[in-house]
């Protein structure tokens, strides 16, 4: 196998780590996928703040089109930070902010990555929730606390459609008939709404 060279950097080291990326078959050779995350991790912390920084990027465009790509960067950096030795990195480490918005995507090696790190599924929604920006309820709206909108997370876990969080909202999934979201439309109170899909 073709080893990274540590003397890379900058563009050269963005387009060998995208290379690695692409080339993870996570699926069906989860060891040769972690071997080739490893050898980008031994690139050190400029390979981790690239991976982040495309990490970002990716989200930007199509999830549906970059799913592959992100689902190597949410590896590699779950493996990463499994890796790290104590103390565990900040509550606010880019890596782990990344990480959250992969497992609300449904990246399990995400999940699991940042229980492993003692940040369970309830306090990843619950700062997707706290970050959402404010927005004004509707009439028809239902006000829920936080602890109420945290319930209806872990409910619509079995729910179809898009789920997880949006530009304004998070999304809860929906039925054939209807589609349900939260809204923040105070410093801890929520908006349940329902809207019609056909």
């Known amino acids: 196998m073709e080893q990274i060279q540590p003397a890379l950097k900058g563009n050269a080291m963005k387009k060998k780590i995208r290379q690695t990326l692409r080339s993870m078959t996570i699926g069906t050779n989860r060891a040769d996928a972690e071997t080739k995350a490893l050898?980008?991790?031994?690139?050190?912390?400029?390979?981790?703040?690239?991976?982040?920084?495309?990490?970002?990027?990716?989200?930007k465009g199509s999830i549906q089109g970059n799913r592959e790509l992100l689902r190597a960067i949410?590896?590699?950096?779950?493996?990463?930070?499994?890796?790290?030795?104590?103390?565990?990195?900040?509550?606010?480490?880019?890596?782990?902010?990344?990480?959250?918005?992969?497992?609300?995507?449904?990246?399990?090696?995400?999940?699991?990555?940042?229980?492993?790190?003692g940040i369970s599924p309830k306090e990843i929604w619950q700062r997707h929730l706290m970050a959402l920006p404010l927005a004004e309820g509707l009439g028809k709206d239902k006000e829920v606390s936080l602890s109420e909108a945290l319930v209806e997370i872990e409910l619509s876990q079995h729910m179809e459609g898009q789920k997880g969080p949006a530009k304004d909202r998070y999304c809860l999934g929906g039925d054939a008939k209807y589609r349900k979201d939260l809204f923040r439309i105070g410093k801890k109170s929520f908006a349940l709404r329902s809207t019609k899909t056909r």
């Open 74 to 117: 949410s590896f590699t950096l779950a493996v990463s930070l499994a890796r790290k030795k104590a103390p565990a990195p900040p509550p606010d480490d880019p890596g782990i902010n990344l990480l959250i918005k992969f497992a609300a995507l449904g990246f399990n090696s995400a999940r699991n990555g940042l229980i492993h790190l």
């Open 39 to 59: 050898e980008i991790i031994r690139m050190g912390q400029e390979a981790t703040d690239i991976l982040i920084e495309m990490g970002w990027d990716a989200l």
